[in-house]
T-cell receptor, first 112, second 115 residues
Framework: AQTVTQSQPEMSVQEAETVTLSCTYDTSESDYYLFWYKQPPSRQMILVIRQEAYKQQNATENRFSVNFQKAAKSFSLKISDSQLGDAAMYFCAFSGNTPLVFGKGTRLSVIA | DTAVSQTPKYLVTQMGNDKSIKCEQNLGHDTMYWYKQDSKKFLKIMFSYNNKELIINETVPNRFSPKSPDKAHLNLHINSLELGDSAVYFC??????????????FGSGTQLSVL
């Protein structure tokens, strides 16, 4: 069974600085997708970024980028120029032959 | 227009009661899901339906019964509510049943509190 591990329950970052959230996963599949979802206090689940495992190029969405290391089964999220609105729970998720499997989340605080 | 809407947003009830949560999507998607988020924020899939047919049923007590009258709707009925059922329940949808790579669209969640 696939597992997703987020080893940082909480992180904080100063406004305008950069922060990296860690995620590792375990799978025997070779073709899969990885996601980062954001959950602000409103509870809404918002897709931040998606990475296809067969693509070596790291995905980027504006201030959000990933560092995908397939051999190490690592998928970290980097947030540049952090803003107050980035404060939220961030979930790493895996999608292969099974439905989306989530990590336990990292709570990110942004300090003004 | 909200893509995936679920009602109610909050539900407070007594132990032993029966309650339902409704979900509707207007995206034309074929597949819908129920996820449960516990007090520690852990999200886990409960059910998945494709075009009104159940395709995934994780280890969920029989007290939970999903019903899909059409592919745009997936309701969750819970019998004999227990304290441990308190959680946030999320409805979601995707274009097709293939979980691989599919972007899930989530509703805003229903916070269920069992007293």
């Amino acid at each position: 069974a696939q597992t997703v591990t987020q080893s940082q329950p909480e992180m904080s970052v100063q406004e305008a600085e950069t922060v990296t959230l860690s995620c590792t996963y375990d799978t025997s599949e070779s073709d899969y997708y990885l996601f980062w979802y954001k959950q602000p206090p409103s509870r809404q689940m918002i897709l931040v970024i998606r990475q296809e495992a067969y693509k070596q190029q790291n995905a980027t969405e504006n201030r959000f980028s990933v560092n995908f290391q397939k051999a190490a089964k690592s998928f970290s999220l980097k947030i540049s120029d952090s803003q107050l609105g980035d404060a939220a729970m961030y979930f790493c998720a895996f999608s292969g032959n099974t439905p989306l499997v989530f990590g336990k989340g990292t709570r990110l605080s942004v300090i003004a | 227009d909200t893509a995936v809407s679920q009602t109610p947003k909050y539900l407070v009830t007594q132990m032993g009661n029966d309650k339902s949560i409704k979900c509707e999507q207007n995206l034309g998607h074929d597949t819908m899901y129920w996820y449960k988020q516990d007090s520690k924020k852990f999200l886990k899939i409960m059910f998945s339906y494709n075009n009104k047919e159940l395709i995934i049923n994780e280890t969920v007590p029989n007290r939970f019964s999903p019903k899909s009258p059409d592919k745009a709707h997936l309701n969750l009925h819970i019998n004999s509510l227990e304290l441990g059922d308190s959680a946030v329940y999320f409805c979601a949808s995707s274009q097709s049943p293939g979980p691989r790579g599919e972007k899930l669209f989530f509703g805003s969640g229903t916070q269920l509190s069992v007293l």
